[in-house]
């Protein structure tokens, strides 16, 4: 593992959100930085496998990019894994922390963490079907399955399988009770034990998650654990990737500044819209892109109230920037 390229590892990720990491916004998250690891959305193996939209669509130019797949069937997330590596993906992830109903009565997501041997047995036969690895994102624990105990057997008999990297928010899932964002607030964040992880599994590369805002944060817990992954923050305000490169992996990496980010966006625009994309669906994942700057009110505004009109087009983008004074 040390062999490995930095930025194919999760030294810095994007975590995976539903209904906001989807291509348009990795491919706009790119602008910021060379070297952070993405995610897709959550799919799940029965949508790869049965439904008429293209869930693995991307443009090589998001890589590196990791696909999280939710799913308790070994032999489907094989499948699935393989056809991901198929099409570029340089990361194969599996949903051990999403503690919604939905997920849940599928079988797959935080539930899983009560069945670990399961989530070895898909480990194990992913890693078989592949040759890019194969993570596991999970919490600390669920429910009154909250013990370190608890996590111990549960990383052991998953690295055993031929985990070598796991993505560890660290809260506990409630399974029922609390709705997916108040897993995300009212569980108490529990860093320490996160860090004990690593002590206690030096040979796992573990990726640390759960209210990183800043890059201080970021470089203090890369002093205890091996990666971090940035959720919320990263999506509302995307500036914070311009700055990664330069502090976390090259120090002579640029900082990209929003406004280069939204211009180099815009042939991608245009290139979308030539394929019938609408361009509500791409700028909806920009309106948090100037953050704190002058003119990022009138910014969203102008986006909010002209990216959804019949045939809006990258002019509407232009004229939104004229707003902003940064």
């Known amino acids: 593992m040390q062999n490995q390229p930095h930025f194919y ?7 995976p959100m539903l ?3 989807t291509r348009h916004c990795r491919y706009f998250h790119r602008q910021f930085s060379r070297h952070a690891l993405l995610y897709t959305e959550m799919v799940t193996t029965q949508a790869i496998v049965h439904a008429s939209y293209d869930h693995l669509e991307f443009e090589p130019a998001e890589n590196p990019v990791a696909v999280q797949l939710g799913g308790s069937d070994p032999a489907q997330l094989a499948h699935c894994a393989k056809l991901a590596e198929a099409r570029g993906y340089r990361e194969v992830n599996l949903n051990v922390g999403c503690p919604s109903d939905r997920v849940q009565n599928g079988m797959f997501g935080a539930c ?5 041997d399961l989530v070895a047995e898909s480990v ?6 592949v040759s890019i690895p194969v993570t596991v994102k999970t919490r600390i624990g669920i429910d009154e399955s909250d013990s370190y105990e608890f996590l111990c057997d549960f990383v052991q008999k998953v690295t055993e399988a031929g985990c070598r990297e796991l993505i560890v928010h660290a809260r506990k899932a409630w399974l029922s009770g609390l709705s997916p964002k108040e897993n995300r607030e009212i569980p108490p964040l529990d860093y320490e ?12 590369f573990i990726s640390i998650n759960g209210g990183i805002k800043t890059l201080e944060e970021m470089t203090a817990h ?7 992954m940035v959720g919320r923050e990263a999506y509302q305000n995307p500036s914070l990737l311009g700055t990664v490169d330069q502090a976390l992996f090259d120090p002579s990496a640029p900082i990209v500044s929003a406004r280069e980010a939204v211009e180099n966006m815009l042939p991608y625009i245009e290139r979308q819209l030539s394929r019938g994309v609408y361009l509500n669906h791409i700028v909806r994942h920009m309106l948090g892109a100037f953050q704190g700057c002058k003119g990022a009110r009138q910014w969203r505004r102008y986006l909010s109230e002209n990216a959804y009109k019949p045939g ?3 002019e509407v983008v232009r004229a939104a920037l004229s707003f902003v004074d940064a």
């Not at 194990?124 to 079907?129: L, N, P, T, V």
């Not at 034990?193 to 796992?204: A, C, E, G, T, W």
């Not at 890369?222 to 971090?228: A, E, F, P």
């Open 222 to 228: 890369l002093q205890r654990v091996d990666g971090v």
């Open 9 to 15: 590892r999760g030294r810095f990720s994007v975590a």
């Open 19 to 21: 209904d906001w990491t």
């Open 112 to 116: 899983l963490m009560a069945k670990a």
């Open 124 to 129: 194990a036969k992913m890693q078989a079907a």
């Open 193 to 204: 034990r996160v860090y004990r992880l690593k002590r206690d599994f030096p040979h796992v």
């Open 312 to 314: 809006a087009d990258a």
